[in-house]
């Protein structure tokens, strides 16, 4: 099977009734965009930041934010990389910035909330985006959403941020914006998301802890992390209507992206990408030709 599964790297996967599914990788630093292409991707559905901010005395400058997702957009050429704004919470410490102590950092100041209340956090990791995003193909995707409200000021910042480099005269590109739909809150209202946005990235690892009420690292729990519930699958199809509606694409992110019961699903439901952990790329693209 390992060398069938070699053939499927390198092809564009579509399914039996031709419809086209863009594979791409899930990756957490800087230094595995190449590996993520050797395993076949075809973008970057996922780039999770966390690490430049994880484990170090200081935050990161924006110069060298720029540096990482400049090196990770010029890897792929012109094919998508999706960068996901910072998303932490109180269960990592952050260097400079006072988090509480909270009982349920999961339900807690995170992702997106976090990131709008601090904008001197937030906008340097938008401007490093915007200027790497001459370089590439970047896209930008904010986490933890559950209302419009969020995505509207996050989309202020960043128009904020392209008025002040282009007051200083520093080059910038253009960069499509995106949601990740992973609380019920976000697929309950994708209607009144998705005309506010280019695409939603329906992050499953979150929206099944959510929905389900089930811890994600609870190894009790197992029964219960799986995206295959009615209930998640009818909020992924919701997210889906509501894209469809407003003329945008969907993509998933979490690791219902990559399991082979879950792809002819998501196909099924008008998912056109499928982001994923790059080793499980292959067979992704092969579980696709055969639907
Ligand atoms: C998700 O929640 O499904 C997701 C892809 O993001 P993370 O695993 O980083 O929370
Ligand atoms: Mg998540």
Redo the contacts with the bound molecule.
Sequence with gaps: EATALEEYKGIEARTGDGRRIEVSA?IGSAGEADGAISWGAEGVG?F?T?FLFMERPELPTEEEQYAAYRGVAEAFGNRPVIV?TL?VGGDKDLPGVSQPEEENPFLGWRGIRMCLDVPELFKPQLRAILRAARHGNLKVMF?MVVEVGEVRAAKALLDECRGELEGEGTPFGEVEVGV?V?TPAAAICAASLAPEVSFF?????????YTLAAD?GNERLTRLQSADHPAVLALIERTCEAARAAGIWVG?????AGEPAMIPKLIAMGVTEL?MSAPSIPRAKKIISET
């Design positions: 899930n996922l999770r966390e996901r998303d986490p990740m992973e990235s329906v992050g499953t690892n979150d929206l099944v802890q994600r998933v992110c979490g690791e219902a982001s």
